[in-house]
């Protein structure tokens, strides 16, 4: 039996990850594992720029609206479960396919968490409310008290991520960087990390297109649909939150438009911060590029 291989494909909102992915699973005969933290969810199609129905008919994905907004989800538990499926999809292929922008999500799989303890329910809306009632800075304060540490490598803008440390340490008394695992995970399979990247001119460019063709295809409509669940978890992320703010009367839609645009574009450089302090990524410029460095191996 030869040596299982998890290639990793990582890289910026809109750069073209899934196109590739998809591309490199069908030269290898295999499937997809997504890395996505936002794809996940059934009710968010549009501002998650899902793959499309045939996409997903072109290649099996997995961990594409699986989940709801109305579930608690995070990456711990979604390293445990696509470990799990990874188990029985190895016993049938040699190479698997994770493509995603969830640095988190990557991370669970590829070094793994502690077991994460169970928050109440009533502690999550406390904190969800509080963020709400005082907003972003207030949120990045309590985090950066509480555990300095988590803070300096965490994505400092996603109240999401901040709201989780905030009530681990609520529950817990214990800070995300300790809870997290120090050592990484002996995996029964090698891990193949490969990122996709633009030059930054271009890549803003096709973000702000992708941007246009979402709004066409009625991110709006997606995003009212949502309103009345605006404070899940799942929703605290850039192409929701904005047009909620529009709704809430707040911004107009030209402002709201130009807000979407501008945050979709720095969510990209946030990704890039993360991926690019690993260096056992390898990076590539063309799809091409990257898919022949894979199957020449």
């Not at 300790?178 to 990247?197: S, T």
């Amino acid at each position: 039996m030869g040596v299982k291989k998890l290639i990793v494909l990582v890289g910026p909102t809109a750069v073209g990850k899934t196109a590739a992915a998809i591309r490199l699973a069908q030269q290898l005969g295999t499937e997809i594992i997504s890395a996505d933290s936002r794809q996940i969810y059934r009710e968010i199609s549009i501002g998650t720029a899902k793959p499309s129905a045939a996409e997903l008919q072109a290649v099996p994905h997995h961990f594409i609206s699986n989940k709801s907004i109305h579930e608690d989800y995070d990456a711990g538990q979604y390293g445990r479960d696509a470990l799990t499926l990874m188990d029985q999809l190895f016993t049938r292929y040699d190479h698997l396919v994770m493509v995603g922008g969830s640095g988190l999500y990557i991370k669970a799989v590829t070094e793994g968490f502690d077991n994460l303890p169970d928050v109440p329910a009533t502690l999550r809306q406390e904190i969800i409310e509080q963020y709400q009632a005082r907003g972003l800075p207030w949120l990045q304060d309590e985090v950066r008290q509480t555990d300095p540490v988590f803070f300096a490598m965490v994505d400092q803008k996603n109240p999401q991520r901040l709201m989780r440390a905030l009530e681990l340490w609520r529950h817990s008394g214990q800070p995300m960087h300790v809870l997290w695992k120090k050592e990484k995970r002996p995996l029964p399979f090698q891990v193949v990390q490969l990122g996709l990247n633009l030059d930054r001119e271009i890549l803003y460019e096709r973000i702000d297109t992708r941007m246009d063709q979402m709004i066409e295809a009625g991110l709006f409509d997606e995003a009212r649909a949502c309103y009345p669940h605006r404070h899940r978890n799942a929703l605290q992320t850039v192409g929701y939150r904005e047009i909620f703010d529009h709704l809430d009367g707040l911004t107009d839609y030209a402002e709201t438009v130009r807000l979407l645009k501008r945050n979709s574009r720095r969510y990209a450089k946030r990704q890039l911060t993360w991926f690019l302090r690993d260096p056992a990524i390898a990076w590539f410029a063309q799809p091409d590029a990257l898919i022949q460095a894979v199957t020449k191996q």
